[in-house]
């Protein structure tokens, strides 16, 4: 991204049309109307940009190059020649390279022929045989061809760079030799290319600025045999190469601020992070910088610090101090210093609910969750792998999603929502719920129609505690609570819609009861309907008719042949009209169902520990078929005395007849 030279050492180059965010562009107008300046007193002369590291002497030069670069197509512009001095190990290497540089720099064009020319003979009679055929990739034969060329020439090394003068003095067009990061350079190298600068390099139109930092540039100084160990005489070296200096102005705090704030919105958005994940981030990254075996355990127990774990019977009645004693021995196991363990738990406790509600700092999973940090389950690999994994949703996705569902426009972002939805429900629907707690607006009746489609269809494995949190209970709580957020009169043709098909109907009937129901309870007593709201009464009777619409083909069908869903459609038929469903299901049992074997496709097996039929079972039962319609067609099997079942298959239906004889002959008191 365009921002990421902010984590490298790279300069930073922003385009002349963006904001001048440290004055840098200020400063490079100023360098080159100096240069403008320099050039008109002198006919060479060196400039020195001065600067501590990380103060953008770097920028600054990419500026003042790109611009005058800009300008080289005027009569008189400057012409810009680089040269990184790191490249050459020494002063004959050097040498060839700041001619071949300058000559490169020159219009190749028949006006500057000569110049050119004359600049690479200057170059070629300086400089050693050998390292002209090394520059030139001569073969042996031009080897012999060179050496003859040179007794034969005039190689005068005066001579040629007196030519070279006379070229550039009639060219007339500056040139600019840009050095950068001096500073980097070996005492040996250093003086190396102050003395090219100075003597062989002392050509007319020809000026250089060089970049350092003046107090790293001393001490190396200091370290050579010219100089010795005296910034005096470092410092009188330096004046005597240098004509002009140009020192950079001193780091601002308001520009320390601007870099600032321009990073962390670099890392915001290369990362799909706001500034409401930036403190878990930063911490996180202190803790894989500074302790990276203690960031190594955040993968360990995951799953405890998120909260998500099953608790061991030995912790369940674990109190605070044993927790942090706990982790205290884990982080000193994974070489955390003693002096730092307090440190590294509390930062701990402001990332992960758990640890901090241990230490008694308030923290909760949903406050966590709501702020997208690290602490909850559902952003936690975020952090840990610096970015938005394949298998997560970016905030900026699922929030466009989540208004292309609103405006009922559709778009990629909303399908790869919906998908989600059916293939990881859980995280999905938990991330809605942490919109809704925030206030966000949410496309309810959207949401819900897409719960109606995908319900039964649920791909995302179980999760929580034994796997008792599963998809279609998450698909639960989020429909009922999507639903109370509807006005009062949309919701039957909200509900009627989700019930289009058997599996939306089984949602829409299961979500109208928990919206009705007094104390949020499983309660399927419709009786008391005086008080009724009419929109209940509308969403009941039109969710029957979608049920019994469903169930019209398992009229005609032996009792063993229906399927699952069938099954679960009677079941769910109890929470809407159960006069209606009382009706349809006491004419199947007056033609061909038996009684008892629907309560055993009815009721599971599994129930254990829980009694096969309790009070709300019972209750249930009695919405559907009605107790005394059921105990009157069971009355032999009833009346019968319990018997121990002789086949394995016969244990479920006895049991139940069993159950019922209880319930019959106590039943339970109304209240």
Same mark, same amino acid.
């Given at each position: 991204?365009?921002?990421?030279?902010?984590?490298?050492?790279?300069?930073?180059?922003? %385009?002349?049309?963006?904001?001048? #965010?440290?004055?840098? *562009?200020?400063?490079?107008?100023? !360098?080159?109307?100096? /240069? =403008? $300046?320099?050039?008109?007193?002198?006919?060479?002369?060196?400039?020195?940009?001065?600067?501590?590291?990380?103060?953008?002497?770097?920028?600054?030069?990419?500026?003042?190059?790109?611009?005058?670069?800009?300008?080289?197509?005027?009569?008189?512009?400057?012409?810009?020649?680089?040269?990184?001095?790191?490249?050459?190990?020494?002063?004959?290497?050097?040498?060839?390279?700041?001619?071949?540089?300058?000559?490169?720099?020159?219009?190749?064009?028949?006006?500057?022929?000569?110049?050119?020319?004359?600049?690479?003979?200057?170059?070629?009679?300086?400089?050693?045989?050998?390292?002209?055929?090394?520059?030139?990739?001569?073969?042996?034969?031009?080897?012999?061809?060179?050496?003859?060329?040179?007794?034969?020439?005039?190689?005068?090394?005066?001579?040629?760079? %007196?030519?070279?003068?006379?070229? #550039?003095?009639?060219? *007339?067009?500056?040139?600019?030799? !840009?050095?950068?990061? /001096? =500073? $980097?350079?070996?005492?040996?190298?250093?003086?190396?290319?102050?003395?090219?600068?100075?003597?062989?390099?002392?050509?007319?139109?020809?000026?250089?600025?060089?970049?350092?930092?003046?107090?790293?540039?001393?001490?190396?100084?200091?370290?050579?045999?010219?100089?010795?160990?005296?910034?005096?005489?470092?410092?009188?070296?330096?004046?005597?190469?240098?004509?002009?200096?140009?020192?950079?102005?001193?780091?601002?705090?308001?520009?320390?601020?601007?870099?600032?704030?321009?990073?962390?919105?670099?890392?915001?958005?290369?990362?799909?992070?706001?500034?409401?994940?930036?403190?878990?981030?930063?911490?996180?990254?202190?803790?894989?910088?500074?302790?990276?075996?203690?960031?190594?355990?955040?993968?360990?127990?995951?799953?405890?610090?998120?909260?998500?774990?099953?608790?061991?019977?030995?912790?369940?009645?674990?109190?605070?101090?044993?927790?942090?004693?706990?982790?205290?021995?884990?982080?000193?196991?994974?070489?955390?210093?003693?002096?730092?363990?307090?440190?590294?738990?509390?930062?701990?406790?402001?990332?992960?609910?758990?640890?901090?509600?241990?230490?008694?700092?308030?923290?909760?999973?949903?406050?966590?969750?709501?702020?997208?940090?690290?602490?909850?389950?559902?952003?936690?690999?975020?952090?840990?792998?610096?970015?938005?994994?394949?298998?997560?949703?970016?905030?900026?996705?699922?929030?466009?999603?989540?208004?292309?569902?609103?405006?009922?426009?559709?778009?990629?972002?909303?399908?790869?929502?919906?998908?989600?939805?059916?293939?990881?429900?859980?995280?999905?629907?938990?991330?809605?719920?942490?919109?809704?707690?925030?206030?966000?607006?949410?496309?309810?009746?959207?949401?819900?129609?897409?719960?109606?489609?995908?319900?039964?269809?649920?791909?995302?494995?179980?999760?929580?505690?034994?796997?008792?949190?599963?998809?279609?209970?998450?698909?639960?709580?989020?429909?009922?609570?999507?639903?109370?957020?509807?006005?009062?009169?949309?919701?039957?043709?909200?509900?009627?819609?989700?019930?289009?098909?058997?599996?939306?109907?089984?949602?829409?009937?299961?979500?109208?009861?928990?919206?009705?129901?007094?104390?949020?309870?499983?309660?399927?007593?419709?009786?008391?309907?005086?008080?009724?709201?009419?929109?209940?009464?509308?969403?009941?009777?039109?969710?029957?008719?979608?049920?019994?619409?469903?169930?019209?083909?398992?009229?005609?069908?032996?009792?063993?042949?229906?399927?699952?869903?069938?099954?679960?459609?009677?079941?769910?038929?109890?929470?809407?009209?159960?006069?209606?469903?009382?009706?349809?299901?006491?004419?199947?049992?007056?033609?061909?169902?038996?009684?008892?074997?629907?309560?055993?496709?009815?009721?599971?097996?599994?129930?254990?520990?829980?009694?096969?039929?309790?009070?709300?079972?019972?209750?249930?039962?009695?919405?559907?078929?009605?107790?005394?319609?059921?105990?009157?067609?069971?009355?032999?099997?009833?009346?019968?005395?319990?018997?121990?079942?002789?086949?394995?298959?016969?244990?479920?239906?006895?049991?139940?007849?069993?159950?019922?004889?209880?319930?019959?002959?106590?039943?339970?008191?109304?209240?």
């Amino acid at each position: 991204m365009a921002d990421a030279h902010f984590f490298n050492d790279e300069p930073f180059l922003d %385009h002349e049309e963006g904001p001048d #965010l440290l004055g840098h *562009g200020q400063y490079a107008h100023h !360098v080159i109307s100096l /240069l =403008d $300046r320099v050039r008109a007193q002198t006919e060479t002369g060196v400039l020195a940009l001065i600067g501590p590291w990380g103060s953008g002497k770097s920028s600054i030069l990419g500026k003042v190059t790109r611009r005058l670069r800009g300008d080289a197509a005027n009569d008189d512009g400057w012409l810009v020649a680089e040269l990184n001095p790191w490249l050459y190990a020494d002063l004959e290497s050097l040498t060839l390279a700041l001619f071949s540089e300058i000559r490169e720099a020159l219009p190749k064009n028949e006006r500057w022929s000569e110049a050119r020319e004359k600049i690479g003979g200057f170059g070629k009679a300086i400089s050693p045989v050998g390292k002209v055929t090394a520059l030139f990739g001569l073969d042996s034969e031009g080897l012999i061809q060179e050496v003859s060329n040179r007794i034969s020439g005039d190689t005068s090394a005066s001579a040629a760079k %007196h030519r070279a003068e006379e070229a #550039l003095r009639k060219a *007339g067009h500056p040139v600019l030799v !840009v050095m950068d990061d /001096l =500073d $980097r350079l070996t005492p040996e190298e250093l003086l190396v290319v102050f003395k090219l600068v100075r003597l062989v390099g002392h050509l007319p139109n020809v000026y250089y600025l060089i970049s350092f930092d003046e107090r790293t540039l001393l001490d190396v100084l200091q370290r050579s045999e010219l100089v010795g160990n005296s910034e005096a005489r470092a410092r009188d070296f330096l004046e005597k190469i240098i004509q002009v200096r140009l020192d950079l102005p001193a780091f601002r705090e308001r520009d320390a601020d601007i870099l600032v704030d321009r990073s962390l919105a670099a890392v915001l958005a290369s990362h799909g992070l706001t500034l409401t994940d930036i403190v878990d981030f930063l911490l996180v990254t202190f803790l894989r910088t500074n302790e990276p075996r203690a960031y190594q355990l955040l993968w360990q127990h995951r799953a405890e610090l998120t909260g998500t774990s099953i608790d061991l019977p030995s912790r369940r009645d674990e109190r605070p101090e044993q927790r942090i004693d706990r982790w205290r021995t884990r982080l000193q196991d994974a070489g955390v210093a003693e002096q730092h363990l307090d440190g590294v738990i509390g930062l701990m406790g402001m990332l992960f609910a758990p640890l901090g509600q241990a230490l008694g700092n308030g923290a909760n999973t949903q406050a966590i969750a709501l702020r997208r940090g690290i602490g909850s389950i559902d952003y936690f690999d975020r952090y840990m792998v610096f970015g938005i994994p394949d298998d997560d949703l970016p905030e900026h996705a699922f929030d466009t999603a989540l208004q292309q569902l609103a405006d009922g426009t559709p778009g990629a972002e909303a399908d790869e929502l919906l998908l989600r939805l059916r293939d990881d429900t859980q995280r999905i629907t938990r991330r809605i719920q942490y919109k809704r707690v925030a206030g966000t607006p949410l496309p309810a009746a959207a949401l819900l129609k897409a719960a109606g489609q995908h319900y039964g269809r649920l791909t995302s494995a179980p999760q929580g505690a034994f796997g008792l949190f599963t998809a279609d209970r998450a698909m639960d709580f989020l429909a009922k609570d999507l639903l109370t957020d509807l006005a009062e009169p949309d919701r039957p043709a909200i509900l009627k819609t989700m019930a289009e098909t058997p599996d939306g109907a089984v949602l829409a009937a299961r979500t109208l009861q928990r919206v009705t129901a007094r104390d949020d309870s499983d309660s399927p007593d419709h009786t008391q309907a005086a008080a009724t709201p009419d929109w209940i009464g509308e969403a009941r009777s039109l969710i029957s008719t979608e049920i019994a619409r469903h169930l019209a083909p398992a009229a005609s069908r032996p009792l063993h042949e229906l399927t699952e869903l069938q099954i679960t459609l009677i079941w769910a038929w109890r929470h809407t009209k159960t006069e209606v469903c009382r009706t349809w299901i006491n004419q199947r049992l007056d033609q061909e169902w038996n009684p008892l074997d629907l309560l055993t496709a009815l009721l599971p097996a599994d129930r254990a520990p829980f009694p096969i039929i309790d009070s709300d079972t019972l209750h249930s039962l009695d919405a559907l078929i009605g107790l005394d319609a059921l105990y009157s067609r069971l009355g032999p099997l009833l009346d019968a005395p319990a018997a121990d079942p002789g086949n394995p298959q016969d244990e479920h239906p006895a049991h139940i007849l069993q159950a019922l004889r209880e319930h019959r002959s106590n039943p339970p008191v109304s209240g």
